[in-house]
């Protein structure tokens, strides 16, 4: 019966995927820059009236200092079961513009690409999905599940505030059985994944600040330079093979399960050392890693990792200084059973040890790391949906990446969760941002069938 269903909503999807197509360019033509606040409030009154449009109860959530969050809630007729969506309406920035082959928010179609900041990070599946629920409607006035959203517009700046949403409707959202977050996930054309976990991050900003005026570089022998200073310390967190010699940092990291070793031979076309040359056009990888191994290392390892380094003069022509302070920034990748304030404690402490007091340490966000069995219910029913669609999907531990969603597993509500979905994209963050048409397709139609396997589970 449930395939029955389920035929009749694909037809309905093909049957009208013209006008889901132009509505989603729609969307991707409101700009919502959250590291810039350009459009946001547009776009969150955009969304809101998007899921009203679904018959859904919304609201927006306002959040102290930050972006509000749509909050929104979808009763079904039929089923006790409730799925929280988690979605975002805010995008990245989108320089450097000259890069750009189409105008970032004109959304157009070049050749079988949407071109588009968000058109897979992520606005563009969240259309598709609110689509499939069109679609689910359209075909049985009813939806499978109970279905509450959290569409946050701040995902961009570290979801800074979400915290005050989940504290805020924690009651409410206990109604859930899961978290579900709907990306097109082949990565690489034709390999769908689907994301069990992810890794925590924390973001700091090291500083050291010795002089109170940029210098004349002749008192160089005589004086202290943060910028070397800043390096020194940078250079003791890590040996010359890359490996962090923090003191402690690796007591709490969980090793893979018995379950994710299984996992990990089948990531190497997509995790090993060609699949990530094929993504990123990067080669250069650590010695003696390969195979099993290097996916193991990619996915269950914590990092530290160096964003940018600001000192001194860096334009054109020369001014021969010792800058007054030098600032690097950092993030540190956790991996299950690290939090974040222990890391911070244990690189404040290395730097105390080591005779780094001088060095500031100040914390920019940042969220545990968390994981779902592939057990779960919630994992299962991703699992089905694809393979109801003619895939085989690639069940992924855990992302070396890292997401605010996590913070829907931490206490009160403790929610499993799964990324999940059809289609192709790539580029998220850089120019040319792209969804394929055919994968905006297809991505509806994997929301659609994830919805009533979950009824089912």
């Not at 449930?2 to 093909?14: E, F």
């Not at 750009?100 to 949407?114: H, K, L, N």
């Not at 190497?268 to 010695?287: A, H, M």
């Not at 390892?301 to 010792?322: D, H, M, Q, W």
Request: charged share 20%; aromatic share 8%.
């Amino acid at each position: 019966m449930t395939q029955d269903v389920l035929q009749q909503v694909y037809a309905y999807i093909d049957q009208h995927f013209d006008e889901h197509l132009a509505a989603t360019q729609r969307y991707l033509r409101q700009p919502s820059i959250s590291p810039q606040n350009v459009g946001i409030q547009e776009c969150a009154d955009l969304t809101a009236d998007l899921l009203r449009g679904l018959g859904a109860e919304v609201r927006l959530v306002p959040l102290e200092g930050g972006h509000p969050v749509v909050y929104g809630h979808l009763a079904s007729k039929q089923s006790a079961r409730t799925v929280l969506y988690y979605g975002m309406y805010d995008v990245m920035p989108v320089e450097p513009l000259a890069a750009w082959e189409s105008p970032p928010f004109e959304a157009r179609i070049v050749g079988d690409r949407i071109i588009a900041r968000g058109a897979l990070n992520s606005k563009g599946p969240l259309m598709a999905f609110i689509h499939a629920v069109q679609s689910i409607q359209a075909v049985t006035d009813d939806v499978p599940v109970d279905l509450l959203f959290a569409i946050e517009g701040e995902e961009e700046l570290a979801s800074e505030h979400l915290p005050q949403f989940i504290e805020g409707q924690a009651d409410e959202l206990q109604a859930a059985d899961a978290m579900y977050c709907h990306l097109p996930s082949e990565f690489v054309s034709g390999r769908p994944q689907i994301f069990l976990g992810c890794k925590g991050v924390a973001v700091v900003e090291l500083k050291v600040e010795s002089l109170p005026t940029d210098a004349h570089s002749m008192v160089a022998p005589v004086v202290n330079s943060p910028v070397w200073r800043l390096i020194s310390a940078l250079n003791s967190m890590r040996d010359e093979d890359g490996r962090i010699v923090i003191d402690g940092f690796h007591e709490n990291a969980q090793p893979p399960s018995e379950d994710d070793e299984e996992l990990l031979p089948d990531l190497i076309d997509t995790y090993g050392p060609e699949g990530l040359e094929t993504l990123y056009g990067v080669s250069g990888f650590r010695k003696g890693l390969d195979g099993v191994d290097f996916v193991r290392e990619l996915i269950f390892a914590p990092s530290l990792n160096i964003n940018g380094f600001l000192a001194g003069y860096t334009g054109e022509g020369v001014k021969t200084i010792v800058p007054a302070s030098a600032t690097c920034k950092v993030d540190i990748r956790l991996v299950p059973e690290m939090t974040v304030q222990d890391a911070l404690d244990k690189v404040r402490a290395h730097l105390n040890h080591r005779g780094y007091e001088d060095v500031e340490l100040r914390f920019a966000g940042g969220y545990s790391p968390a994981k779902t069995s592939v057990s779960e219910a919630v994992a299962q029913a991703a699992i089905r949906a694809i393979q109801g669609l003619g895939a085989e999907p690639t069940v992924v531990p855990m992302i070396p990446s890292s997401g605010p969603f996590v913070m829907f597993s931490d206490p009160p509500l403790s929610l499993p969760w799964v990324i999940s979905g059809l289609g192709h994209g790539w580029l998220m963050h850089a120019p040319n941002e792209y969804l394929e048409v055919e994968g905006l397709r297809a991505c509806e139609k994997s929301a659609a069938a994830f919805l009533y396997e979950f009824a089912r589970a």
